[in-house]
């Protein structure tokens, strides 16, 4: 259960289209380790969500986990460990919302983004089974965050106004209140 090496932006594989991943893949001791590595990898980086690029494995797979003690904002709620695999995103509710991000993979910046503020995620999970989640508020934006992954897609591209993208150290000078969002 290693702790794997960050893919960070530039690598040409986080703006990579993921594959799709095989029901055949599900149950196999390389699937089962995947799983396990996107766990440990996210903890060890003090993440609340990861996808399967972002450490080197260009599939459609992702873990988002948001602990209860650690929700140091007001509108992050709990989430229990949760697997998405072949995760397909419908926007429910299109009113924005704005968060300020970060990414595991762009280190060192936070950028402020606005996205739908619901939306519903169909998925399959470990076992296969089809499942389905609709998500508001912070957990959207944290769903949208890790899926935009699996297409490629930073949050960086999708921060509008750059006056608005800033070094951690910057956001926290002049931006931080009760907007932050913690390391997605
Ligand atoms: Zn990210």
Sequence with gaps: MPVRALRTIGDPL???????????????????????????????????????????????????????????YPDMQAFSRTLFVNP???????????YWEGCLSVPGLRGYVARPRAVRVDYVDASGGARSLEAEGFLATVLQHELDHLDG???????????????????????????GTPEI
């Design 14 to 72: 986080l703006r990579s289209r993921a594959a799709d991943v095989e029901r055949a893949f599900l149950h196999t001791p390389g699937f089962v380790e995947l799983v396990t590595d996107l766990v440990d990898t996210m903890r060890a980086e003090g993440g609340i969500g990861i996808a399967a690029p972002q450490i080197g494995e260009s599939l459609r797979m992702a873990v988002i986990e948001i602990d209860a003690s650690s929700s140091r």
């Design 88 to 98: 397909i995103v419908t926007v429910i509710d299109e009113t924005e919302q704005g």
């Design 153 to 179: 897609v930073l949050f960086v591209d999708r921060v509008r106004d750059t006056t608005r993208l800033a070094t951690v150290e910057n956001y926290a000078k002049f931006w931080a209140r009760q907007e």
